[in-house]
């Protein structure tokens, strides 16, 4: 039994009610930790790679290679999950790629309902054709500017902002840093550093976050994904980390007693009071064994604990999701309402890497009023849990 489920079993939860898609769909989303290179649309990947005479994809019919991605991923592994990105990067080495890549990202994000989102990629994985990290970099933002010109077009209000990745295993993190540092009044709003967590601790990078804190540059950390608390505590205290990519196993530090009193362990404490937010990745989590079950995932525990916990894609491609449907599966497991999806967008806006001015006009000018309005409309929906209460 996993923590949460004997969590659930202590507090009776709702049973399944889904929320209409249309309505989730149309709600304004934040987005704090999404991929460049996990969310390619099938169709594109296939069509660069035909243009850059890339013949290693494992089918050229797009509705196919999305599902293989999505099965290739579902392996109970990270280190098997992350193979998969190697076909996605060997079609994202020009700055036309880039561009297209990045635009219909924001375009796709826009259609989904997402108003302001982070997006984040390894620089040193598109240096194989020859371009250098600035101009990565370069052609990814412009990509963005694109796509949200496009979105715009079409109706629909986003803002992409952009976050550099270095990679655990590789030994470039530094270079990554000041990279980020350089570009950050030009579309880079922080640093992130991915890849297998197991076995490459964060803090052999302990330059790169001194720069980065030395800088006052934004920083998030995956962590506590395949590795449990030791690599958030590292995360958190060595790294200064703002943020926590999944952070889902800061649950070893919680512990339910039989009568359902909750006692946090130091490292919990911390993370919940000093309001470091948790960027939860449900489907993600579920592929690479980081959680068993929706039901069964603690994202509902944390977020009743009062952790900031906002919801993520993690990857849209790799790990087939929208961040509609990470909505509807979170509905279906916890009998959430829209009350639960303004509550995990207000916290990621809160946690975003914009200056206050821009979190508060996006919580007070967007989100409030289009979850004021969304909840005008859906009178007719009433969540079990209300329906329960009446
Ligand atoms: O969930 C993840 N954990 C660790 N690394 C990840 C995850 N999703 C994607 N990555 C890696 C693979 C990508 O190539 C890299 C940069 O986006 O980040
Ligand atoms: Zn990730």
Redesign the pocket.
């Known amino acids: 039994m996993t923590l949460s489920d004997k969590y659930t079993d202590a507090l009776p939860h709702s049973p399944a009610h889904p929320l209409p898609e249309d309505l989730v769909r149309q709600a304004p989303k934040v987005l704090l930790h999404d991929?460049?290179?996990?969310g390619l649309r099938p169709r594109t990947v296939v069509e660069l790679a035909q243009e850059a005479g890339y013949d290693a994809l494992p089918t050229t019919v797009p509705a196919a290679l999305g599902e293989w991605f999505r099965d290739a991923a579902d392996s109970g592994s990270?280190e098997r999950?992350?193979e998969t990105?190697a076909h996605?990067?060997a079609v994202m080495q020009t700055a036309p790629a880039l561009f297209r890549i990045a635009a219909e990202c924001a375009e796709d994000l826009a259609a989904d309902g997402v108003v302001y989102a982070e997006v984040?990629?390894?620089p040193e994985?598109h240096l194989a054709a020859g371009l250098t990290l600035d101009e990565v970099v370069d052609a990814v933002n412009a990509g963005f500017r694109e796509g949200e010109r496009r979105a715009a077009a079409a109706g629909r209000r986003i803002l992409v902002s952009t976050l550099l990745?270095a990679?655990r295993h590789a030994d470039r993190a530094l270079e990554i840093a000041e990279l980020a540092v350089a570009h950050r009044d030009r579309g880079v709003a922080g640093f992130d550093i991915?890849?297998?967590?197991i076995g490459n601790p964060a803090s052999r990078h302990a330059a790169a976050f001194d720069h980065l804190r030395s800088e006052g540059a934004r920083v998030t950390v995956?962590a506590g994904?395949a590795v449990g608390m030791e690599s958030i505590r590292e995360a958190v205290l060595r790294c200064g980390a703002h943020r926590i990519?999944?952070g889902v196993r800061i649950t070893d530090d919680i512990e339910i007693a039989a009568d359902g009193s909750v006692r946090l362990g130091r490292l919990a404490s911390y993370v919940r009071d000093m309001r470091i937010a948790l960027e939860v990745?449900p489907t993600?989590n579920l592929q690479?064994g980081a959680a068993t079950s929706y039901p069964g995932h603690p994202i509902d525990l944390l977020r009743r604990l009062g952790f900031r916990v906002c919801l993520n894609t993690?990857?849209r491609l790799?790990s087939g999701t929208t961040m509609t449907q990470e909505f509807q599966h979170l509905a279906t497991a916890f009998g959430y309402g829209p009350a639960e999806l303004e509550e995990f967008t207000v916290n990621a806006a809160k946690a975003a890497f914009l200056p206050f001015d821009e979190r508060t006009a996006l919580v007070d000018e967007v989100i409030r009023p289009g979850y004021a309005r969304l909840r005008s409309r859906s009178l007719g929906h009433v969540p079990v849990r209300d329906a329960a209460a009446a």
């Open positions: 991929h460049l290179d996990g990270l999950y992350l990105f996605t990067c984040r990629f390894a994985q990745c990679m991915a890849g297998g967590e995956h994904e990519g999944h990745c993600s690479t993690d990857n790799v």
